[in-house]
Structures are given as structure tokens and as C-alpha cells.
């Protein structure tokens, strides 16, 4: 969902799941962010379209961003650009959510902290192995592509479950290279793949080999061998032959098992994950002074959300300015299903702000809602 200009102004709250190893980035690029922000004034873009898995490149970029799949964007860009295809959800929105529901404002302490250690991922599930082996009918090869593993010329074959049910299709096949005029030679084996696992391929879900076909030991002037087949035997019977290939080989040949990727590390939600922050601003603020306001936390499930550990927040603002404390816990210690509780909140706004329309953000440290306003520096 993408907002107008009139709307962006509003107080929003924007749903977007955050990436811990990102979160610990310590500098905001302002720069970039104002370019993008100047790109989205524009108008409406179209969303980039990955992994349509139609060439070797495609393939390539997959392979790379399910490697990565743990190391996305930086928190700051991340909120920052939170209005760009997420929910979006105005104040008041969800008539569940009641009042205040302590009396007054828990007011700010002043209690800054440093970027929290990333938490320990979620132990993987083991992947499942029982089913039965593949057929080579029920296996198609709908793409290839160059490996991109430093010094190494092989290929990347991606193969689809193009069968009813599940299977699993494991172990090493015995590959041989052929070229014209050249002898064939048999590849050797090698160890699973570092972002490989064995695991059974429900229909329609892809599985990989990967020939590699190492420089290590070129020496200047040697011409390498060329191979322009793959004549693959599947473990359980039946073969599959690559044509069209270009495999420069200057050491031999080896290929890895059969694999599945393995899927990035998973964290733990906070408690705050859910929660729904909503700055109430001032319209003006004096640059170098203090900004005081305040922000209602709501929770919007049928459960309590519990305030331990006490968490962190963050409060940044479009002029240059980050900030990490603990939320005050010595009065509230959990949010009530449905509930309210408004913190005062303080940031310093630096005499050398630019005047004029800015905007502050508000979020608990980890995934969850990001909280927005504007004001205007005098």
C-alpha cells in the first residue's frame, strides 16, 4: 500500500517485521533516506520482482538471497521506508482497544541504552527424510545458472518436483562431462554444500546439484578443457542430460549431493512485537530545546503483553537524531488486553536541526509497529 502526500502528514502506525542482525547498525544514512523519500514523493513505483528463476542470473540471485536470508535491510531504512507496501493502520483504528488504563502518565526516566546483543536464533527443526525416493519422471530441470563461488567455473542446476506427491531425492549422482574432442571424464564427488541440506521436495518445490569445476590450479597460458554436456544418473535410476554448456575445466570436475536450501536462522518475538504506538506531538518545537510528548502503547490482543524484561525503545527523527532507552517499568508491568498506557517521552532536539516540517518516529527495539508524526521546528 502506498500513501499519498496528503496522508503522509497523519499520525500513522506501520506494521514491519525488523532484522535483528540489521538493528545493529549504530548510523542512520540520512542521505540515502532522503533520496528515497524523494523518489516516493514522486509517485507510485512498481515493487521489484525477485526470484522469477527464468536465467542464470535469476537463479544466481536466489541462491545468494536465501544464503543471506538472516542479513536484510537496516532497522533505521527499514522504518524509515515503512510506508512503502505495508498496513497501514490509523489512530484509533481498532475499536477494540480502550483508554488508559493507569491513571495520569508514566512519566520518562532517563535511562539510555546501549544496542542490545542480537538474541540466539530459534534451534532449526530437523528437515524431514521419509519420503519416498524420487523418480526421474517426477523430476524436471527448469534452470541453470554460473555458480559465483570464488575461483570455481561450475554450474548450479535447479530441478523441480514435477510430480504428485512428495519425495525425496538424495545422495550423489555420477556425472560425466563430454566435449568435442576431448576425452570425458567422470566427476568426482564432494562434500554437501555449506547452505545445502538433505530434505524431502513437496510438488512443485525445487531441489539443486551443483557441478563445480575448479581454476585453483590454472597456471598463466594453460588453456582449459571444454565441456559442453552433463550426462547426470540419478542415484535411484534414470538420467538427465545438460546440453548447451560451457564448462571451461582446468582441474577436474566434482559435484555435491543433491540439496534443498537450507532456511535462515528464525528469532523469538518479543512481548512488544504487536504493540501499537501512537505519538501525540506539539505542533512546534524550538530547536535546542527538549521535545516533550507523549505516546500511547496499545495492545491489541486478547492476551496481556508483558513488560519483561523491560524493553528498549528507540525514538529517531528525519533531522539526524537517534536515541536508545529502557521504558519506565516501575509502575506498569504488563498492557492489558485491549489496553492503553501513555508514556511521557523526551528527545533533544539539537540547535542545529533545520527548521521547519519534521517528522519523529517511535519503536520498541526488535520487530514490531513503528509509531509517526510530524511537528514543525521554529
Not at 61 to 87: D, K, N, P, Q, Y
Not at 179 to 184: A, E, I, L, R, S
Not at 299 to 317: K, R, T, V
Request: aromatic letters at 8%; a positive charge.
Amino acid at each position: 500500500m502506498f500513501l499519498s502526500v496528503n496522508t503522509l502528514f497523519k499520525t500513522t502506525v506501520t506494521t514491519r517485521d525488523v532484522d535483528y542482525q540489521a538493528q545493529k547498525k549504530e548510523s542512520i544514512n540520512l542521505d540515502r533516506w532522503r533520496r528515497l523519500k524523494r523518489k516516493w514523493f514522486r509517485g507510485r513505483r512498481e515493487r521489484p520482482r525477485y526470484l522469477k528463476k527464468q536465467s542464470p542470473e535469476s537463479l544466481s540471485e536466489w541462491h545468494m538471497m536465501r544464503r543471506s536470508s538472516f542479513a536484510i535491510a537496516l532497522l533505521v531504512l527499514t522504518i524509515i521506508l515503512a510506508s512503502c507496501g505495508t498496513a497501514i493502520a490509523r489512530e484509533k483504528s481498532n475499536p477494540n482497544v480502550g483508554t488508559a488504563q493507569v491513571a495520569g502518565l508514566v512519566p520518562w526516566i532517563d535511562s539510555p541504552s546501549p544496542v542490545p546483543p542480537i538474541p540466539s536464533p530459534i534451534p532449526a527443526a530437523k528437515p524431514q527424510t521419509s519420503a519416498p525416493p524420487c523418480k526421474a519422471a517426477d523430476l524436471a530441470l527448469v534452470n541453470w545458472g554460473p555458480s559465483q563461488l570464488t575461483g570455481d567455473h561450475g554450474i548450479i542446476l535447479e530441478l523441480r518436483n514435477i510430480g504428485s506427491a512428495t519425495c525425496l531425492l538424495s545422495g550423489t549422482p555420477k556425472v560425466i562431462a563430454k566435449g568435442t574432442g576431448v576425452p570425458d571424464i567422470t566427476a568426482a564427488n564432494r562434500p554437501m554444500i555449506f547452505f545445502g541440506q538433505e530434505a524431502d521436495t513437496t510438488p512443485g518445490k525445487p531441489v539443486f546439484l551443483f557441478v563445480g569445476v575448479s581454476a585453483a590450479c590454472a597456471i598463466p597460458g594453460q588453456n582449459p578443457t571444454i565441456y559442453n554436456t552433463l550426462d547426470i544418473y540419478y542415484p535411484m535410476g534414470g538420467e538427465l542430460v545438460v546440453h548447451g554448456l560451457n564448462l571451461d575445466s582446468y582441474c577436474g570436475m566434482a559435484t555435491t549431493p543433491f540439496y534443498s536450501v537450507k532456511p535462515g536462522p528464525q528469532y523469538p518475538n518479543p512481548p512488544t512485537t504487536n504493540l501499537v504506538p501512537t505519538l501525540k506531538l506539539p505542533a512546534t518545537v524550538k530547536a535546542g530545546t527538549t521535545l516533550t510528548y507523549e505516546v500511547d502503547i496499545s495492545n491489541p490482543q486478547s492476551n496481556p503483553a508483558e513488560l519483561s524484561p523491560c524493553p528498549i525503545y528507540m525514538e529517531y527523527s528525519s533531522f539526524k537524531t537517534k536515541l536508545l532507552y529502557h521504558l519506565n517499568c516501575s509502575a506498569v508491568h504488563s498492557i492489558a488486553p485491549y489496553g492503553t498506557v501513555r508514556y511521557q517521552m523526551k528527545m533533544a532536539i539539537p540547535a542545529s536541526a533545520p527548521l521547519g516540517e519534521a517528522s519523529i518516529y517511535w519503536v520498541f527495539f526488535g520487530p514490531g509497529n513503528v509509531g509517526s508524526n510530524h511537528l514543525v521546528i521554529k
